[in-house]
């Protein structure tokens, strides 16, 4: 089993805060995905959440993001179109991670958000919102140290 499969987090990603937004237009989704993902002891997260896609589009303008999670069904602009909007922008956010969290849709949806260029697909039915944020804090955090191995070489 090698370390990563073991769960080990490099140094340097524990060193530093891991800045994420959170994108759903529900803010008790918000509020309990954002106090579970900072019970993970071992990861240093700080989550801006936000109602809405044109509102996350607005805060990458002008903020630094380690990786963005949305939910898939919302108003106006759902989490495909969002992710379709970040993949096609010629600013840095454009290769941010980015992670689909929904309980809406299923196969269909998770195979055209990966097709779109979503990293990770992860849902939020079957399990207890704990086990599914710990399953979110993982692949944020492996998507983030996979993003900052490829820009500063090996450990």
């Known amino acids: ?11 340097r990603v524990m060193s530093r805060m891991i800045r994420v937004l959170h994108v759903d237009d529900e803010p008790a989704d918000l509020e309990i995905t954002r106090i579970l993902l900072k019970r993970e002891s071992k990861w240093d997260f700080e989550i801006i959440g936000v ?12 903020e630094h993001f380690d990786a963005i999670i949305a939910d898939y069904k919302m108003p106006g602009m759902d989490g495909i179109e969002l992710l379709e ?9 454009a290769r941010i991670p980015f ?3 929904t309980g809406k849709g299923g196969p ?3 195979e055209r958000a990966l097709e779109k260029g979503a990293n990770r ?3 939020k039915g079957g399990n207890t919102a704990a086990k599914q ?5 993982k692949a944020v955090v492996e998507l983030v140290r996979g993003e900052q191995d490829q820009g500063q070489g090996q450990e």
């Open 1 to 11: 089993m090698t370390r990563e499969e073991e769960g080990y987090v490099s140094p």
């Open 51 to 62: 109602q809405s896609a044109k509102e996350a589009l607005k805060r990458l303008e002008t």
């Open 85 to 93: 909007a970040v993949r096609r922008s010629d600013k840095g956010y």
């Open 99 to 101: 992670i689909l969290f």
């Open 108 to 110: 269909e949806v998770a």
């Open 121 to 123: 697909y992860i849902t």
């Open 133 to 137: 944020c710990h399953a979110l804090a």
